[in-house]
Every structure is written in C-alpha cells, then in structure tokens.
C-alpha cells in the first residue's frame, strides 16, 4: 500500500523557519518524483517544490525560491522541506504527494498519491 506521511508543521512568527518531513512507504522511492504543495482556505492547491527520485532535479515556485530548500534521504525513503524567512502568505496545509514524471513538475493534476497534509501557520 503507498503510503505519504506529512510531518512538522505548526505555528511560527514570521521570519522563523520549519522543516517538513514526507516518509514515503509502499513503492520504490527512486522511482518517482515527490512534490509539496499547498492549500490555503479559499484558494487552489498549489505547487510548491518537488524533487526528483535520484535527488538531483529540484524545482521551485517563484514565491518560495531562495527560501525553502528540498531535499530527500532514499536510505530513509523520506522527502524534506526546509522553510526558511517564513511569511504570513505562506500559511496552509502543506500536502505531499508523489509523481510517475521523474524529474518532477509541479502540476497536481500529474500526481497519484497523497498525504494526509500537514498545517503551516505563521503568524505576523
């Protein structure tokens, strides 16, 4: 069974970081790419970063380049985001799901499996 598991979100002032983890189960990692996203009430979910299954192909959204950093660990099968310089409009339920494109995209509409989401709150 796939299995995606968020973790490390919370409530952080503004200017403060997070580090978001995804252990992923069920299939082989190298295999697909892992991508975050993000929902915020009202809005549409929306590509964060994702990262490919070797870890060498990293892409970003323009409103967090510079910011948050990806990163994966395939001896623990687990996807991280570094959340760095945090802002109030970064706050959401951050979701991570997994894709068959193996250098990764951010398109939703490209991924299978999800998350449960984890909730990042920043507070001004």
């Known amino acids: 069974e796939v299995q995606l598991v968020e973790s490390g979100g919370g409530l952080v002032q503004a200017g403060g970081s997070l580090r978001l983890s995804c252990a992923a189960s069920?299939?082989?990692?190298?295999?697909?790419?892992i991508g975050w996203f993000r929902q915020a009430p009202g809005k549409k979910r929306e590509g964060v970063s994702c990262?490919?299954?070797?870890?060498?192909?990293?892409h970003y959204t323009d409103s967090v380049k510079g910011r948050f950093t990806i990163s994966s660990d395939n001896a623990k099968n687990t996807v991280y985001l570094q959340m760095n310089s945090l802002k109030p409009e970064d706050t959401a339920v951050y979701y991570c799901?997994?894709?068959?494109?193996?250098?990764?995209?951010?398109?939703?509409?490209?991924?299978?499996?999800w998350g449960q989401g984890t909730q990042v709150t920043v507070s001004s």
């Open positions: 990262i490919s299954g070797s870890g060498g192909t990293t």
């Open positions: 799901a997994r894709t068959s494109v193996r250098l990764g995209v951010l398109n939703p509409y490209e991924y299978d499996y």
């Open positions: 069920g299939f082989t990692f190298r295999d697909y790419a």
